[in-house]
């Protein structure tokens, strides 16, 4: 069954830390696509990053990057340098096809603090 | 601008009376979603749609009801509201790859529902 394990419930780091938000995932399917999104305090769900299972590579983005490792069925999200614009919760989703290829399975997210 | 739009934003109702949530997305998506988001359980998809007059289930659907008459439009429909649906509820649409597989979802801005 397809299941997205979001272990971290909330972090609190220093501002200009660098803090990594881990996330693990399920799926009996060999394709399929991991996202993260983005919660800021106002509500809004924000797109970050999107990738398939055949693209192991991994993905930076200004101060942030993404390590996706099937060997650990992980796609782990860093964020270098942190902001107090960063604080949000953040949400790591998964979507396969051996259930269907219309689901999508969110975590139950990781809400991150940034402290000035 | 490229937008789902959901109405109402704040709703608060009373046991049994029916109720509807529209959502409306001007991107002519071909995939539709409801969640809802409580805490610590992250955002758990309620009905989900790939096309006009396809919908489905998802993980959490007891309780409400869904139609796609029109590209644009999937309202949920409350028929007789508990207050255990007491919640957030995103609406969201995405474009597809051949049906399979998904792009970013777009996400409107949330209905806060309160049932007593």
């Known amino acids: 069954a397809q299941k997205v394990t979001q272990a971290q419930t909330e972090i609190s780091v220093v501002e200009k830390e660098d803090v990594t938000l881990d996330c693990v995932y399920e799926?009996?399917?060999?394709?399929?696509?991991l996202f993260w999104y983005k919660q800021p305090p106002s509500g809004e769900l924000v797109f970050l990053i999107r990738r398939n299972s055949f693209d192991e590579q991994n993905e930076i983005s200004g101060r942030y990057s993404w390590n996706f490792q099937k060997s650990t069925s992980s796609f782990n999200f860093t964020i270098t340098a942190s902001q107090v614009v960063d604080s949000a919760v953040y949400f790591c989703a998964l979507s396969d096809l051996y259930s269907s290829a219309s689901k999508i399975i969110f975590g139950s997210g990781t809400r991150l603090s940034i402290r000035p | 601008e490229a937008q789902v739009t959901q109405n109402p934003r704040y709703l608060i109702t009373v046991t049994g009376k029916k109720l509807t949530v529209t959502c409306s997305q001007n991107m002519n998506h071909e995939y539709m979603s409801w969640y809802r988001q409580d805490p610590g359980l992250g955002l758990r998809q309620i009905y989900y749609s790939m096309n006009v007059e396809v919908t489905d289930k998802g993980d959490v659907p007891e309780g409400y009801k869904v139609s796609r008459k029109e590209k644009r439009n999937f309202p949920l429909i409350l028929e007789s509201p508990s207050p255990n649906q007491t919640s957030l509820y995103f609406c969201a649409s995405s474009s597809t790859e051949g049906g399979v597989g998904f792009y970013e979802q777009y996400f409107g801005p949330g209905t806060r529902l309160t049932v007593t």
């Open positions: 799926t009996r399917d060999t394709t399929y696509y």
